[in-house]
């Protein structure tokens, strides 16, 4: 309903092209690729935080630099290497995943799962020793300190998935190039996100669209962040 | 944005769809059922230049097509030379793009087949009202880029491998100008960022005609230079083209309904259609698939001549 307040009284103010469905589409469409890119990020980011927080084993710094490089790749050159990877003539060809929404939900899960391993690995590293040693000292397993924990550190591992989340929706580079940005005749969104919107409503000089557009995109992360903040304020206590 | 569907094409699209999707009824030889395309339901991915997109033609035209067909129309805005490259990687079925030459390269090497002149606009050399270069009424593409880089007036170049911006390396090389220095600046962009980018900062552009008219709402430049459409040099034509992806090449690309599409792009109803479009009251794209007069010259390869033949 956000929407609804927000979109119509400026669509009345500025005569907007908001055309039925439109905005709504892209909404869903942004919502969908990285909501579905994020969480299959966390199958693997939090398992895999798990076992480099809890065993030492070989490469395990090497695997740390992998994913501390990770962090920083930039968007475009994820997309770019996606389209090699689903282009009709790369080793998916076959799928035909160029300009889908698959397409757009591999690029942002290569971008997302570092920043979640890379924090939820800090949260689990960083709680307190004592923690572990009381555990250990009341008799429990190794699972048993495990669990326990996991469960010191399930604000930090919330908050990487929300920041995982925050990076998937707000990028815009990979998407562009291995969606296509794509609607449909009837105004239906396929591959169109609110940042390719943007980019596009720009291009066109429909600056009034774009800020409507962006303030939308702003509302969501805002929502997320609140909600990061207020998690991160738990964990704390 | 309201489209406006027609009536009659409506009337039409119910019996095309009756007839391609109702090929049992007809009840011919029962081989003969099997080897009609059926399309309905199937998606058609093109690749296109960013002005046939911006200008809202294909959102006004694609309604119809895929009501008469039961399809849908994927339109993937790149700019000529990346729809040409995606068209290549057989990522695309049919290509819709601006510059003959790449046009006629991509033809060459086997990617594409039957390639049609679709429509033409021109293009327009822009800038700021006040014209430092003094290039207003010269009448001449060429010696206006000329007194451009003689008076380093900034010039925006589109710097994407897109058909405006072959069309503009092309003029600098007849002008036989070497554009650079830091009056010349490459945006790298979509040709609305470019006339973005020269708007604020009241820099000289080459736009297609139908993009500039599209904005010029919101632009403070104007139209120095004129193209053919406007009694300007003919060198300033932008003819477009369409074409398929070879299915002989990339088997993948779905070929019945690309040609379904240049049929219907290039019948007189959508040739209409696309005469209609306007923005501000001006028509953007003036079709020229049909006349009474056939131009030969478009199945010939740009420069062509009967000792090139490719071998």
């Known amino acids: 309903m956000l929407l609804e307040l927000l979109g119509y009284p400026l669509a009345a103010v500025f005569d907007l092209p908001f ?219 | 944005m309201a489209i406006q569907r027609r009536e009659f094409v409506a009337g039409i699209g119910a019996g095309a769809v009756a007839l391609t999707a109702g090929c049992a009824q007809l009840g011919g030889d029962g081989e003969a059922d099997d080897d009609r395309p059926d399309v309905v339901g199937e998606t058609l991915t093109l690749t296109t230049t960013t002005s046939t997109y911006d200008t809202g033609l294909l959102d006004a035209i694609h309604p119809d097509f895929e009501e008469l067909y039961g399809v849908e129309v994927d339109p993937v805005a790149q700019g000529t030379g990346a729809a040409l490259e995606s068209a290549r990687n057989g990522d695309s079925d049919v290509v819709m793009v601006h510059a003959r030459g790449l046009e006629d390269e991509f033809m060459r090497n086997g990617y594409g087949v039957n390639r049609r002149d679709l429509m033409f606009n ?74 973005n980018v020269a708007n604020q900062q009241g820099a000289y552009t080459l736009s297609d005609r139908g993009t500039f008219l599209s904005r010029r709402a919101d632009t403070d430049l104007v139209i120095l230079v004129q193209g053919p459409i406007k009694d300007g040099p003919e060198i300033l034509a932008n003819p477009y083209g369409v074409m398929a992806v070879n299915p002989a090449i990339h088997d993948n690309a779905n070929y019945d309904l690309a040609m379904a599409y240049i049929g219907w792009l290039t019948s007189p109803d959508a040739q209409d259609a696309i005469a209609d479009h306007e923005r501000n009251g001006e028509q953007l794209f003036y079709p020229e698939a049909i006349s009474e007069n056939p131009d030969f010259q478009q199945y010939v390869p740009e420069g062509w001549n009967s000792d090139s033949s490719g071998e």
């Open chain 1, 19 to 237: 055309r039925d469905g439109y905005v709504w589409s892209i909404i869903y469409v942004s919502l969908y690729v990285s909501l579905t890119a994020v969480a299959l990020s966390t199958l693997v980011s939090v398992p895999v935080a798990i076992v480099m927080g809890f065993s030492a084993f070989p490469g395990r710094q090497f695997v740390k630099s992998v994913i501390n490089t990770g962090m920083g790749f930039p968007s475009v050159v994820v997309g770019l290497a996606v389209l090699f990877l689903v282009s009709n003539q790369g080793p998916l060809g076959s799928l035909e995943l160029i300009f889908t929404k698959e397409a757009m939900i591999i690029s942002q899960f290569v971008l997302a799962t570092p920043p979640i391993t890379a924090i939820s690995l800090a949260a689990i590293t960083g709680v307190n020793d004592r923690v572990r040693d009381a555990a250990h000292v009341l008799g429990g397993t190794r699972l048993d300190v495990a669990l326990v924990v996991l469960k010191e550190a399930r604000y930090g591992i919330a908050t990487a998935i929300l920041a995982g989340f925050g990076r998937a929706i707000s990028e815009v580079g990979s998407v562009l190039i291995v969606g296509g940005n794509i609607t449909g005749a009837d105004g239906i969104s396929k591959t169109r996100t609110l940042t390719t919107a943007i980019q596009l409503e720009a291009r066109q000089g429909k600056y009034e669209t774009a800020m409507v557009l962006g303030a939308i995109l702003l509302a969501l992360v805002l929502v997320i962040n609140a909600v990061v903040v207020r998690l991160g304020d738990q964990g704390v206590r």
């Open chain 2, 122 to 195: 021109d293009f327009v050399i822009v800038g700021p009202e006040g014209d430092p270069a003094g290039i207003d009424g010269m009448g001449s593409a060429t010696e206006a880029l000329t007194a451009i880089a003689e008076t380093g007036a900034t010039f925006v170049s589109r710097g994407d491998n897109s058909g405006t911006h072959t069309k503009e390396l092309n003029l600098w090389e007849a002008a036989g100008t070497e554009p650079g220095g830091d009056w010349y600046q490459e945006t790298g962009s979509g040709m609305g960022e470019a006339l």
